[in-house]
């Protein structure tokens, strides 16, 4: 990503809504939909600036790597952790270490192998564990925010069920998130091409529109493992290893 992006996450993914939301939709995705082991062994790949790492910290023991040298070391100091250098699809650190959990917040569309990088996260789960998986939703909503963090694709959940099972995993659950929030990002993103602005998606805006969208798509964490939503702005998955019987 360019580094002002990484700069603005840096800021806000605190108080942003949209990363605090996010971190909320996940939570509940964990609690509700991935099945952990006693002090579960956890991974982020490409933690970023370690907004998610205390989130994950509160389910079992965290590890954690990032590629940006700059974006690594804030997350060091954010979480207290040895965050290590890696990248998708390689080469991975800590050895030949598994994970009961792997998480992939809004990376996967960074990676412009996307197969291989799957493929190499899933050689690294125990058995019995999990790939967590959050992408931007619908190649149509292609915008100028996609190309300023550098995405590669937006994905369907039928295009994500495919890309892993080619990587050799089963979806346990997919759904999409970011729904209510849909029609107003659609709206927006329409004025913003009519109108000839290109200003970035991800600011922060005032306390009170913060909180406002805040409430709104957290409120969707009622709806995880109920009720599958047609749209979304973002996709989620639960991977698992495929069967080799």
Known sequence: MDRAVFERMEAQ?????????????????????????????????????????EMLAGFGQVRAFELDEPARATAAQKSGLAVA?????GPLPFGTESFDLIGLFDVL??????????AALAARLSPGGRILVTVP????LWSAHDVRHHHFR???????RKVAEAAG???????????????VAIALRFAKSLLGRETPDD????????AALRAVFRSERHLVGTLRMPVGLSVCAVLKAGDTT
């Not at 108080?15 to 982020?44: M, N, Y």
């Open 13 to 53: 993914e605190e108080v942003h809504w949209w990363f605090a939301a996010r971190r909320d939709i996940i939570r509940t995705t964990i609690q509700r939909l991935v099945p952990l082991p006693e002090s579960p062994r956890i991974l982020e790949a490409g933690c970023g600036t370690g907004g998610n790492l």
């Open 85 to 89: 250098e890696g990248a998708l699809p």
């Open 109 to 118: 569309e960074h990676v412009e192998d996307d197969l291989g990088a799957l």
């Open 137 to 140: 939703a619908f190649p149509w």
């Open 154 to 160: 937006r994905y369907t959940r039928a295009s994500l």
């Open 169 to 183: 995993l089963e979806v346990a659950h997919s759904f999409y998130f970011n729904t209510l929030l849909f029609p």
């Open 203 to 210: 600011e922060l805006p005032g306390a009170r529109m913060n």
